[in-house]
């Protein structure tokens, strides 16, 4: 470094590649949070429908003298349809949620290696200020000591 160099920071490039994954960690984890909440909508819309399914049910088998075996079965059939969807909506949501917490390991871990070097980026700045000004009060000095010779003399 020479005196009234401007500051520059070595690291720069390998900082800018920081900031962008952490950037690129906080959208992954923004969409795997949508995914999630897509998931959890969805089965939300499934738990509805089956409570439904399940009280047609019930007021059908109170009218039992209404209603056939057949159709019975068929209603049974579709309810058990429905079941299965609202399993593999729980198991979606469970991937959902593990996807959600890995993205947030990720984001952190990325965070975390960004700031350690956006520190040691200002602290590198700070040296550099400090030996600048310390560079400065020496040829201040320099240039007192020289006119007061000059004085002396």
């Keep these: 470094m020479s005196p009234g160099s401007p500051f520059r920071f070595r690291l720069e490039r390998i900082r800018a590649l920081r900031e962008r994954r952490a950037d690129l960690a906080r959208q992954e984890l923004a969409r795997a949070n949508l995914r999630l909440t897509g998931s959890e909508d969805r089965l939300r819309a499934i738990d509805a429908h089956l409570e439904r399914i399940r009280a047609e049910q019930r007021r059908a088998a109170s009218c039992s003298s209404s209603i056939r075996a057949e159709e019975l079965r068929e209603r049974q059939a579709f309810a058990e349809h429905v079941e299965s969807q609202r399993t593999r909506g729980v198991s979606e949501v469970a991937l959902r949620e593990a996807d959600v917490a890995n993205r947030s390991d990720?984001?952190?871990?990325?965070?975390?290696?960004?700031?350690?070097?956006?520190?040691?980026?200002?602290?590198?700045?700070?040296?550099?200020?400090?030996?600048?000004?310390?560079?400065?009060?020496?040829?201040?000095?320099?240039?007192?000591?020289?006119?007061?010779?000059?004085?002396?003399?």
Excluded at 112 to 124: F, G, P, S, T, V
Excluded at 145 to 150: D, G, L, S
Aim: no cysteine; proline share 0%; charged share 40%.
């Design 106 to 153: 990720e984001l952190g871990q990325a965070a975390q290696e960004h700031q350690m070097l956006e520190r040691l980026k200002e602290r590198r700045r700070a040296e550099h200020a400090s030996e600048q000004a310390r560079h400065e009060v020496s040829v201040l000095d320099d240039i007192a000591i020289e006119r007061f010779r000059r004085s002396v003399a």
